[in-house]
């Protein structure tokens, strides 16, 4: 089980420090949201992986706030560029 | 695996320092008034940062009491950075919705956001 | 080893790869559509993936984990949706490498576009 | 010894951020990395035994502070060194 537990965390650093790669390479806004989402996403995931490690029950409403609010930043910034906002 | 705890305490630290010296930076070099308003907002980050990494104890866990934890309170970290910090981080947002409000002012009545460009304080 | 840790074992695995997968894509495809594509629906399978796989190990937190998988698959594909929209407006079109017949038509159109665009 | 790799990277993401944000000359890109700021900085938070304070971290800076840093940039320049007086017309490039 702790095998399983440090492959899967190893694939979600390699999963951020790849998005943070295209972050700073990408040629356009749009390519960089795509990073912010990509980003927001694999942190919800991580962050319930850690409530696990953790071992507390309390620790999950984090992840659900981070599920319910982080995607707005990401609509602002869509709809400033498609310049409706 | 001590010195290996003991290393990343110093690297939260050093970070958090950082964090603040390049925030620092970029208020009082960068000429856009946008520029100086992020930089602020890092050194907010920073400060947070640092304030809670003061608190923290190796090996603890969040002090909240749950089912299961009712008598765990000797290895809980310290909660009084943590409350200060949740207050600063509000007030931090309502600092640079005030500054930003400045800022729309400030480029209606002068139109440019260059702070060498914004000479005359009289309104 | 009961079996619900293996099933939940399982379902980690495979989250983690497809959001690995999904964070590979986004560097490596060519243009802004393709990547929205790797980067949002791969990433989605895979934390909902996970997530159900956490509730698996723990029974007593499936109710939460249905809860978080079920908020993603609200808002990622809104989010997804806005920013396809946006780059679409904002006159970006897909690269187009394909020896297919059918597609010559959607060339023409983008490159009449993109020509209406620059006169 | 994988959660002590994890934080030692979260710690070098937050600090590139950071530089990346203090150097851009887009305003909109830098306004993008001080969400990725946001974000990383809950995630240590997290880590730290803090999940109250990263609860109204993930709250505030990832959605509100981008927010008003987006509605300012729409109200005035995108770019950083732009003395242009009819600049709000021409804006959005396609």
């Given at each position: 089980?702790?095998?399983?537990?440090?492959?899967?965390?190893?694939?979600?650093?390699?999963?951020?420090?790849?998005?943070?790669?295209?972050?700073?390479?990408?040629?356009?806004?749009?390519?960089?949201?795509?990073?912010?989402?990509?980003?927001?996403?694999?942190?919800?995931?991580?962050?319930?992986?850690l409530a696990y490690v953790f071992g507390r029950f309390i620790y999950v409403d984090v992840a659900l706030v981070y599920a319910v609010l982080?995607?707005?930043?990401?609509?602002?910034?869509?709809?400033?560029?498609?310049?409706?906002? | 695996?001590?010195?290996?705890?003991?290393?990343?305490?110093?690297?939260?630290?050093?970070?958090?320092?950082?964090?603040?010296?390049?925030?620092?930076?970029?208020?009082?070099?960068?000429?856009?008034?946008?520029?100086?308003?992020?930089?602020?907002?890092?050194?907010?980050?920073?400060?947070?940062?640092?304030?809670?990494?003061?608190?923290?104890?190796?090996?603890?866990?969040?002090?909240?009491?749950?089912?299961?934890?009712?008598?765990?309170?000797?290895?809980?970290?310290?909660?009084?950075?943590?409350?200060?910090?949740?207050?600063?981080?509000?007030?931090?947002?309502?600092?640079?919705?005030?500054?930003?409000?400045?800022?729309?002012?400030?480029?209606?009545?002068?139109?440019?956001?260059?702070?060498?460009?914004?000479?005359?304080?009289?309104? | 080893?009961?079996?619900?840790?293996?099933?939940?074992?399982?379902?980690?695995?495979?989250?983690?790869?497809?959001?690995?997968?999904?964070?590979?894509?986004?560097?490596?495809?060519?243009?802004?559509?393709?990547?929205?594509?790797?980067?949002?629906?791969?990433?989605?399978?895979?934390?909902?993936?996970?997530?159900?796989?956490?509730?698996?190990?723990?029974?007593?937190?499936?109710?939460?984990?249905?809860?978080?998988?079920?908020?993603?698959?609200?808002?990622?594909?809104?989010?997804?949706?806005?920013?396809?929209?946006?780059?679409?407006?904002?006159?970006?079109?897909?690269?187009?490498?394909?020896?297919?017949?059918?597609?010559?038509?959607?060339?023409?159109?983008?490159?009449?576009?993109?020509?209406?665009?620059?006169? | 010894?994988?959660?002590?790799?994890?934080?030692?990277?979260?710690?070098?993401?937050?600090?590139?951020?950071?530089?990346?944000?203090?150097?851009?000359?887009?305003?909109?890109?830098?306004?993008?990395?001080?969400?990725?700021?946001?974000?990383?900085?809950?995630?240590?938070?997290?880590?730290?035994?803090?999940?109250?304070?990263?609860?109204?971290?993930?709250?505030?800076?990832?959605?509100?502070?981008?927010?008003?840093?987006?509605?300012?940039?729409?109200?005035?320049?995108?770019?950083?060194?732009?003395?242009?007086?009819?600049?709000?017309?021409?804006?959005?490039?396609?």
């Amino acid at each position: 089980m702790t095998y399983i537990l440090y492959i899967a965390m190893s694939f979600l650093i390699l999963g951020l420090i790849i998005s943070a790669i295209r972050f700073v390479k990408g040629p356009t806004a749009g390519d960089r949201t795509v990073a912010l989402d990509t980003l927001t996403t694999i942190g919800v995931a991580g962050l319930v992986l850690l409530a696990y490690v953790f071992g507390r029950f309390i620790y999950v409403d984090v992840a659900l706030v981070y599920a319910v609010l982080g995607f707005i930043g990401v609509i602002v910034i869509a709809r400033y560029l498609e310049g409706a906002l | 695996m001590d010195s290996l705890y003991k290393m990343i305490e110093y690297g939260i630290y050093s970070a958090a320092i950082l964090l603040i010296l390049v925030g620092l930076y970029g208020a009082l070099t960068k000429k856009s008034l946008i520029k100086i308003v992020i930089g602020l907002s890092i050194v907010d980050a920073g400060i947070h940062l640092l304030l809670v990494s003061i608190g923290y104890l190796k090996g603890g866990t969040a002090p909240i009491f749950s089912p299961g934890y009712e008598d765990k309170a000797d290895i809980m970290v310290d909660p009084i950075p943590q409350a200060l910090v949740l207050t600063a981080i509000v007030i931090g947002f309502a600092v640079t919705a005030v500054a930003l409000s400045l800022v729309i002012r400030l480029y209606r009545h002068h139109d440019t956001l260059q702070i060498d460009d914004i000479k005359n304080l009289k309104w | 080893m009961e079996i619900l840790e293996i099933i939940g074992g399982i379902l980690i695995l495979i989250g983690s790869a497809f959001l690995f997968l999904g964070a590979l894509g986004i560097l490596r495809m060519p243009d802004v559509y393709n990547r929205l594509q790797a980067g949002t629906k791969a990433t989605t399978l895979g934390a909902m993936s996970l997530i159900i796989g956490v509730g698996f190990l723990e029974p007593s937190w499936m109710m939460k984990s249905i809860i978080i998988v079920v908020f993603i698959a609200f808002s990622n594909p809104i989010s997804s949706h806005a920013l396809a929209r946006a780059m679409y407006k904002r006159k970006r079109y897909p690269i187009i490498k394909s020896e297919d017949k059918d597609m010559d038509a959607y060339i023409e159109v983008f490159q009449q576009e993109e020509e209406e665009v620059k006169s | 010894m994988i959660y002590l790799i994890l934080f030692a990277v979260l710690l070098l993401l937050m600090l590139a951020a950071a530089v990346y944000a203090t150097f851009q000359r887009d305003l909109l890109y830098a306004v993008i990395a001080t969400g990725v700021i946001s974000l990383v900085l809950s995630v240590i938070f997290y880590m730290l035994q803090a999940p109250d304070v990263a609860l109204t971290e993930a709250a505030i800076g990832v959605a509100l502070t981008t927010i008003i840093f987006i509605i300012t940039i729409r109200n005035t320049v995108r770019h950083e060194d732009e003395h242009d007086k009819h600049s709000r017309e021409k804006k959005i490039q396609p």
